[in-house]
């Protein structure tokens, strides 16, 4: 199978998983009644981003548990979705916010989170950006972020409101030089390194239109009853026969192993994301005066969640795939420096970029990549907890931090002190293992492979606390 639709699978399963969610509500539930609830004289508020509609509906269940069983009457949360969610791992059918927040009574989101009955928002892409609650002090993030969604979705924590001094965000998903960079084209002042040309999205328009994926009388029957605000039915009708076409050339492309039509498919799909991010950008800049644009804009943005490769691929078969231990590892606490001077770069025109060819691999060996520096029979658990003291005792050294510092990776990595330390992290770990301990410390080629295997991390751990 594709390695990186594998790896993809693998790893939104396990950000779905029950323990690692409830570790993460754990974290913010007591973060938040230790650093936030006190502020503004105990009316202080966060929000929690979740990655898609399903984790916001789990974070709820686990967030409503947890606080339940710890007795908690100061921290409530609201959970914030669109449309309908079934997860019938949770046992949860149709769920819909009113649903999940009984407390509502009527009232919209926005209201009730302005009252003391609910000091956490969950939130799956929505509130993001344009909400402006100036009582909000923290934000967890569990979700990736980059560009303007970044700015964007954090600078909710902007609003002003009196005695709010400081503001935090505790962040499971995003290094913070990303955060950084994300935020610099945008600090002090904002200029593009060129200027954008009005006329792609009409270029782009064209080169959609001429796949005959979808037709006029589509388009036309779409946006006028999503004028008429008819329900989900009613518009899904007129994007089904493209999703079928889609679906249909998409089947008989990988049926006669036609690499041609199989690219040219990946590039539609990324041209309607094109499309609509042009749009979206230019059209609040130029009055366009087309309404065939903005009748695309509508029908797309209901065409392209059908056409994904989630929705048009089989899904990987995770049945048989379980963890034995999975942790939480808090990093050091960064308060990075903005410098500014960064130019946006200008919307570039749609098919630009290139469809990747897949690496295959079996699922097993994504899996066994990370579980295969052992011999004889360990459980999975005993060997991640002495592997990750491990790791733990060497990001913790002074000695190396101070060389991670000042050295390049292969300098760092001819270190004397490096073979010391990790020697002192192995000793460490016997109250987890005696055997697996011994077996590092009497077998050079297992001490030397998962050194190796830990090195690149550890250095870029060090070099990030800086």
Same mark, same amino acid.
């Not at 994904?308 to 089989?314: A, D, G």
């Given at each position: 199978m594709d390695k990186k639709a594998a790896v993809k699978s693998v790893m939104n399963w396990v950000k779905l998983h029950p323990t690692n969610i409830s570790q993460k509500v754990q974290i913010i539930v007591e973060h938040f009644r230790s650093n936030v609830g006190p502020r503004l004289d105990g009316k202080a508020k966060a929000m929690v981003v979740t990655s898609s509609r399903k984790a916001a509906v789990r974070y709820k269940l686990a967030f409503d548990k947890y606080v339940t069983e710890h007795g908690y009457s100061d921290v409530a949360a609201l959970v914030a979705f669109s449309g309908e969610v079934t997860d019938l791992d949770s046992a949860i059918e149709k769920a819909t916010e009113?649903?999940?927040? #009984?407390?509502?009574?009527?009232?919209? $989101?926005?209201?009730?989170?302005?009252? *003391?009955?609910?000091?956490?928002? $969950?939130?799956?892409?929505?509130?993001?950006?344009?909400?402006? /609650? #100036?009582?909000?002090?923290?934000?967890?993030?569990?979700?990736?972020?980059?560009?303007?969604?970044?700015?964007?979705?954090?600078?909710?924590?902007?609003?002003?409101?009196?005695?709010?001094? /400081?503001?935090?965000?505790?962040?499971?998903?995003?290094?913070?030089?990303?955060?950084?960079?994300?935020?610099?084209?945008?600090?002090?002042?904002?200029?593009?390194?060129?200027?954008?040309? #009005?006329?792609?999205?009409?270029?782009?328009?064209?080169?959609?239109?001429?796949?005959?994926?979808?037709?006029?009388?589509?388009?036309?029957?779409?946006?006028?009853?999503?004028?008429?605000?008819?329900?989900?039915?009613? $518009?899904?009708?007129?994007?089904?026969?493209?999703?079928?076409?889609?679906? *249909?050339?998409?089947?008989?492309?990988?049926?006669?192993?036609?690499?041609?039509?199989?690219?040219?498919?990946?590039?539609?799909?990324?041209?309607?994301?094109?499309?609509?991010?042009?749009?979206?950008?230019?059209?609040?800049?130029?009055?366009? /005066? *087309? $309404?065939?644009?903005?009748?695309?804009?509508?029908?797309?943005?209901?065409?392209?969640? /059908?056409?994904?490769?989630?929705?048009?691929?089989?899904?990987?078969?995770?049945?048989?795939?379980?963890?034995?231990?999975? *942790?939480?590892?808090?990093?050091?606490?960064?308060?990075?420096?903005?410098?500014?001077?960064?130019?946006?770069?200008?919307?570039?025109e749609a098919g630009t970029g290139a469809v990747r060819d897949p690496e295959l691999v079996a699922l097993d060996e994504v899996i066994a990549k990370i579980n295969d520096l052992f011999s004889g029979d360990h459980p999975d658990s005993s060997v991640r907890s002495v592997v990750t003291h491990i790791r733990d005792r060497l990001e913790e050294s002074e000695t190396l931090q101070q060389q991670a510092r000042h050295n390049t990776l292969a300098q760092f990595s001819a270190s004397p002190d490096l073979n010391s330390e990790f020697v002192a992290a192995v000793l460490g770990a016997m109250e987890s293992s005696d055997e697996l301990s011994a077996q590092i410390l009497n077998n050079p080629d297992l001490s030397h492979k998962l050194l190796g295997q830990l090195l690149p991390g550890v250095y870029q751990h060090l070099n990030a606390t800086r």
């Open positions: 009113t649903s999940m927040n #009984p407390g509502l009574k009527g009232r919209d $989101l926005r209201d009730a989170f302005a009252t *003391d009955e609910y000091q956490v928002m $969950l939130v799956a892409n929505k509130f993001q950006t344009g909400f402006d /609650q #100036p009582l909000l002090v923290a934000m967890y993030v569990d979700k990736k972020l980059s560009g303007v969604a970044a700015v964007q979705t954090l600078s909710r924590l902007n609003r002003i409101a009196p005695s709010k001094d /400081q503001t935090f965000v505790l962040d499971f998903a995003n290094a913070a030089e990303d955060i950084v960079e994300a935020f610099e084209p945008y600090y002090e002042a904002t200029t593009l390194a060129d200027v954008t040309d #009005p006329n792609i999205v009409h270029e782009t328009m064209a080169k959609l239109d001429v796949t005959g994926i979808y037709l006029e009388s589509e388009v036309e029957g779409l946006v006028r009853d999503y004028l008429a605000n008819k329900g989900n039915n009613a $518009l899904t009708r007129w994007v089904t026969p493209a999703r079928d076409r889609f679906r *249909d050339r998409e089947r008989t492309a990988v049926e006669h192993t036609d690499k041609i039509a199989m690219d040219e498919l990946e590039m539609l799909r990324k041209d309607v994301g094109t499309f609509l991010r042009q749009y979206d950008f230019l059209s609040q800049i130029v009055d366009y /005066q *087309d $309404l065939s644009l903005e009748k695309l804009s509508i029908y797309l943005r209901h065409l392209a969640p /059908q056409i994904t490769r989630q929705q048009l691929n089989h899904e990987i078969d995770l049945s048989a795939v379980d963890f034995d231990y999975i *942790d939480q590892h808090a990093q050091a606490t960064t308060s990075s420096k903005l410098e500014g001077g960064v130019a946006l770069e200008p919307a570039k």
